[in-house]
Nanobody, 114 residues
Framework: QVQLVESGGGLVQAGGSLRLSCAAS????????MGWYRQPPGMQRELVAS???????YYRTSVMGRFTISRDNAQNTVHLQMNSLKPEDTGVYYC????????WGQGTQVTVSS
């Protein structure tokens, strides 16, 4: 079992920044993939960024150059630094461990106003 607790969402104006954090506990090791998904209003959940072993990263095209995912293996935390936010980044952001069939946090709301 893995428990994930997210923090850091909120309301921000377009062009602003937010940093999401996710603290993981339980059966998780550094080689396990961790990532952030989001669910925009009325849309499907989508992968935003992921990281494996604190080194290999993936970003969806729309966030490349604006978002940065990082992982502290010693603390078992993963962060998502979001800069130059756009209204289309609005949604509920979920921390994930071990892929889409793995474990999920409770979600944190990110709202970007225009």
């Amino acid at each position: 079992q893995v428990q994930l607790v997210e923090s850091g969402g909120g309301l921000v104006q377009a062009g602003g920044s937010l940093r999401l954090s996710c603290a993981a506990s339980g059966s998780i090791v550094s080689k396990d993939v961790m990532g952030w998904y989001r669910q925009p209003p009325g849309m499907q959940r989508e992968l935003v960024a992921s990281i494996i072993s604190g080194i290999s990263t993936y970003y969806r095209t729309s966030v490349m150059g604006r978002f940065t995912i990082s992982r502290d293996n010693a603390q078992n935390t993963v962060h998502l630094q979001m800069n130059s936010l756009k209204p289309e980044d609005t949604g509920v952001y979920y921390c994930n461990a071990k892929g889409s069939d793995g474990y999920w946090g409770q979600g944190t709301q990110v709202t970007v106003s225009s």
